[in-house]
Antibody, heavy 122, light 103 residues
Framework: EVQLVESGGGLVQTGGSLRLSCAAS????????MSWVRQAPGKGLEWVSA????????YYADSVKGRFTISRDNSKNTLSLQMNSLRAEDTAVYYC???????????????WGPGTLVTVSS | DIQMTQSPSTLSASVGDRVTITCRAS??????LAWHQQKPGKAPKLLIY???SLESGVPSRFSGGGSGTEFTLTISSLQPDDFATYYC?????FGQGTKVEIK
């Protein structure tokens, strides 16, 4: 069964950095685009960033552009999100999610990890 | 950028009720729309993809419809396990969510 497991969350000071990871299993990781989606406490879902299956194309929400970097290691079936210059408004549960289609995108995610909490505080 | 607008924001219903949630896109997205269910403290779960296709393992009381800019998620007979928040999705854009509460 497909599994996605995030790690790396925690408490960080405003202006600090954190690196999230997502370990994927039970599917051909390199064939699927992957995304990070976050959810602030009591709020809705906000897409953060996406990366193509090859890693050659990356996409970012305006709210994180220039501060966050998405990457993947297809040899290790791992997705990462490097988060710099963190702000209080970045506090959220961060989920990794798998695109439903193996080529390009289907504009939908079929599997989600359980999430990892990032808290940014002064 | 495409915006997705869900209505209502909150829906109060009883077990056995038929409920419908609407999602509107700011421009045509053909049938590239998904619906997810989220329970408190849990990750979202895919229910419907390509507007009307039921994800494997999802009960048949869930159905989706629509195309272009207007879409619906219908639960034919609400069950206790269905009280949750529902989100529509088109790629990197989510609706704001609809919370289905017990009446």
């Amino acid at each position: 069964e497909v599994q996605l497991v995030e790690s790396g969350g925690g408490l960080v000071q405003t202006g600090g950095s954190l690196r999230l990871s997502c370990a994927a299993s039970a599917f051909t990781f390199s064939r699927y685009a992957m995304s990070w989606v976050r959810q602030a406490p009591g709020k809705g879902l906000e897409w953060v960033s996406a990366i193509s299956g090859s890693g050659g194309s990356t996409y970012y929400a305006d709210s994180v552009k220039g501060r966050f970097t998405i990457s993947r290691d297809n040899s290790k079936n791992t997705l990462s999100l490097q988060m710099n210059s963190l702000r209080a408004e970045d506090t959220a549960v961060y989920y990794c999610a798998k695109d439903r289609c193996s080529s390009g995108t289907c504009y939908s995610f079929d599997y989600w990890g359980p999430g990892t909490l990032v808290t940014v505080s002064s | 950028d495409i915006q997705m607008t869900q209505s209502p924001s909150t829906l109060s219903a009883s077990v056995g009720d038929r409920v419908t949630i609407t999602c509107r896109a700011s421009q045509s997205i053909s049938t590239w729309l998904a619906w997810h269910q989220q329970k408190p403290g849990k990750a979202p779960k895919l229910l419907i993809y390509k507007a009307s296709s039921l994800e494997s393992g999802v009960p048949s009381r869930f159905s989706g419809g629509g195309s272009g800019t207007e879409f619906t998620l219908t639960i034919s007979s609400l069950q206790p396990d269905d009280f949750a928040t529902y989100y529509c999705q088109h790629g990197g854009t989510f609706g704001q969510g609809t919370k289905v509460e017990i009446k």
